[in-house]
Every structure is written in C-alpha cells, then in structure tokens.
C-alpha cells in the first residue's frame, strides 16, 4: 500500500515546483516585452546598414574602383584563419536555447577542420563559456554577463579586438552565431560572415540605385560607417539574443507548468487510490473482528 504521507508531500513538492515555473513564466513574458520592441526597432538600421555595405561591397568588386580600401570587401582566395563570436545567454532554464548555439559553432568548428583552417572562438555568455571550457576547447576570449544586460558600449568592446585582428591580418574572416528572435514561440538560428561584407544575393537593377563611390584621400566616410556596421551588427546580435531567450525561456516554463499540473493530477490520483485502499483495509479488519466476537 503507498505512504499517503509520502504522497502528500510530494504533492506540495509539485505544487511548490508550480509556483515558482509560473512566476518565472511571467517575468519572462514581461521582460520579452521589453526586449521584443527593442529588438525590432534595431532591427530596421541593422538591416539598412548592411543592405548599404553589401552594395559597396558590390560596387568595389565590380567596378574596381581605385583609391578605395578594399580590405573590408576583398573576396580573399586563400582563407587560413577564422574568428567565430557567439552569443549564448548567461542563464539557463531556457530549453534549448543555448544547445542550438552550442552545436552550430562546434558543426562549423567541424567543418573548418576539414578544410585545414585554424578557429579562434570568442564566447558571449556564461553558458557558451562553461561549456568550450568543460570540453576543454580554447576561447580566444570570453565575456561574462552581458548577454543580460547588453548594451552598445559591451558590444564595442566585444567586437573591437576582432575587427583589429582582421585589420592586422591576424585573421582573415569574422563570422557572428547567434539563435534570434522570430517571434513568441520560436527562435531562429543566425548565422553571419561580419568581414569581409558579403555582396547581396540578389543584384537589384543599378539605375535604381542613387549610390556613388568616388575615391577620397581621407576616406573619412566608408571608415565611419564601417565601424558603425561593425558595432552595430554585435548590438543587434546581443539584444535579438536577449528577446529569444526570453522567449525560449517563456515556452520552457510554460511547458514545466503544464508538466507540473499533469503530475499533481497523477499524484492526487494516485493519493485518492491510496486512501480508498486504506479505508477499504480497515473496514475489512472492523468487519473481520466484529465477526470474530460472534
């Protein structure tokens, strides 16, 4: 026969469990809010100013255009070496969240390997961080608590080393991984080449377009709006990766609420069974002495 105390407790074990899912479910729901609005507001410059680098980008490969530093937009033959920066959140009980991230960079780590070309990983989050380091994979660099709380100053600083790497030679491509926000109930992987900046896809028709390169000394313009690309693309990385994982996060409490619910449906069951069973028993042995003293 089951311990109806035993029982008991590990219903309002259940039901403790229960509490806390919820309350972190709507903290998660308010916070995505809050994130979700500044994610797609960042959203409409990050995609401008790539838009107008991968038109340069065009332009310089096509036309050739001199007096113009290129090495932001050159197509390198021979690639040796790569920096990989990517973003995982600095808590967890966010499902799979931070696990798509994971194995995205260790496929490209893969990947690259076969290819003969060194990595260098630099890791965004506590959760990337532990886990490269438990697998004992070297990190170029780590940041700790700013997937949290990311503002434009972290994101410069993650980004400048790497941008000073490539700009040295010590690298010869940046590619940025992170899992974004799609919408409320799901995530979307992301992965982009930063350096050098990719051409569009699709060629629009160029007498639509109003852009002209003319060589300049200073070159003051393109060196500006390359570092605003830049550091905008690792801001708009950190904080699309804040309102997924608040998303992410939303779902898998959630469905640990529900769980829970299930469970203590079972264990009351369970319970009530128990407590039949018991009155059952000792109505047998009521009857069975009464009838004894016969």
Not at 102 to 120: H, T
Not at 274 to 286: D, V
């Amino acid at each position: 026969m089951a311990n109806l105390k035993e029982i008991k407790r590990k219903i309002k074990s259940v039901e403790n469990t229960q509490k806390t899912t919820r309350a972190m479910k709507l903290v998660s729901t308010a916070k995505l809010k809050r994130a979700e609005m500044a994610a797609k507001q960042s959203r409409v410059y990050a995609n401008k100013i790539n838009e107008v680098l991968s038109e340069i980008a065009y332009k310089i490969n096509q036309y050739k255009i001199g007096g113009i530093d290129s090495r932001f937009f050159e197509k390198r033959s021979a690639i040796q070496n790569i920096d990989i920066i990517f973003v995982t959140a600095d808590k967890g009980l966010c499902g799979g969240f931070n696990v798509q991230t994971i194995k995205a960079v260790r496929g490209l780590l893969e990947e690259y390997k076969e290819k003969n070309v060194k990595v260098r990983l630099r890791a965004v989050g506590k959760k990337g961080v532990a886990f490269f380091n438990f697998q004992n994979i070297e990190l170029l660099s780590s940041f700790s608590g700013v997937s949290s709380a990311p503002t434009y100053e972290k994101a410069q600083n993650i980004i400048r080393e790497a941008i000073d790497d490539f700009i040295s030679g010590a690298t010869d491509k940046i590619i940025l991984v992170h899992n974004g926000y799609k919408n409320m109930i799901s995530q979307e992987l992301k992965i982009s080449d930063i350096v050098p900046v990719e051409e569009p896809k699709e060629i629009k028709v160029e007498s639509k377009s109003l852009m002209e390169l003319e060589p300049a000394e200073d070159e003051t313009i393109l060196e500006s709006l390359m570092k605003k690309y830049f550091e905008y693309n690792m801001y708009y990385a950190l904080i699309d990766s804040l309102a997924a994982e608040h998303s992410a996060r939303m779902q898998a409490m959630e469905n640990a609420t529900n769980n829970a619910s299930d469970r203590v449906n079972m264990l009351t069951l369970a319970y009530n069974k128990a407590r039949q069973e018991s009155i059952t028993t000792e109505l047998i042995e009521i009857i069975s002495g009464v009838e004894s003293m016969k």
